[in-house]
Every structure is written in C-alpha cells, then in structure tokens.
C-alpha cells in the first residue's frame, strides 16, 4: 500500500458530455437572439398607433355621432337577398337624399367596400350586387352630412330583414 498512484485517463474535450452542454445552451441563446432580432426588424406591429391621442378623439366623434343617431331615432332594416341588397328606413326620420353604407369585412381590408345610395319612390334603398356577399361584415349608415352613424355587426346573406338601430357597444 504504499505510494500508489492514481492515474486518470485522458480523454479529448469533445468526448464529454459536460464540454457540450456547456457549449450548446450560450449557441442557443445567441440564435434565439438573431431569430428574434430578424422578427422584430422585419414584420412590424400593425396594432401600434403612433398618433393614440388623435385616434381617442375621433373615437370619441364617433360616439358622439352615434348618439345623434339614438337622438334622432334613426333606424333602419336591412335584407340581403339573391344578391339584392334592401335597406329600409323604419324610424322616425325617414327621408334621406343619400345614404353611405359602408361594408368593413372582420379581417380583410380589401374585401371592405362603399355604397352611396339614393332612395326609390318608396323611400328604400336598393343595390343589386354583381357576386354574392356572404360572411361576417360591419355595416356603418351616414347621412351626406355625416352629422349621424349607425353600425352593426351581421352574418350575409339574409333572407330577411334585420332591425339595425344606434347602439354603442360595450
């Protein structure tokens, strides 16, 4: 028992498996951080408005529009049908020289479309389209003054009338 030696073999570093952990997490910190990096740089956040302060007032413009509208009484009923498009003016102001309707599709900007429309005899406005409209689809009324707005959430085509009335949503 006397002097013995312990000898330990040597190994190269890439045999082990300490060597690779080491190596492997800090590579996959600094890859995360050139993917996250290219993200960042090449998609820009369309939800972000620079000018907040201008967007808050219009909103509440708009708000302001909407309860002319309640004031007012303005309703209307709206059908789609066979690519006929009807709109009926059923509260107490009934005669509008030209009504804008406007259709902002949920999530494609260029399906969204505009209307001008001018009243028949009867006092109802009536568009016949070229292709069908289905889905989902805000439907916004103004007046050529646009000192008034009704908007409305609907599923097209309908066969038939919707009562759509001045309501601020909650």
Known sequence: MGNERFTMKKTSWYKEPWAWLIFI???IAVVASITTFFIATNEPDSLVVGDYYK???????ELSK????????IKFALKLSNNELIIKPTGIEKQ???LNVNFYHPTLAEKDFYLA????GNGDFRYHFD?????????????FENHWKIEK???LPQSGFIDIKAEIAK
Do not use: M, R, S, Y
């Open 66 to 73: 909407i309860k002319q509208a309640q004031k007012l009484g």
């Open 117 to 120: 429309l001018t009243a028949d």
């Open 131 to 143: 292709h069908e409209i289905t889905g989902k689809w805000l439907i916004t009324f103004t007046p």
């Open 153 to 155: 959430t609907v599923h």
């Open 55 to 61: 967007k808050g007032k219009a909103i509440n413009l």
């Open 25 to 27: 997490l800090p590579a």
């Open 96 to 98: 509008f020289p030209v």
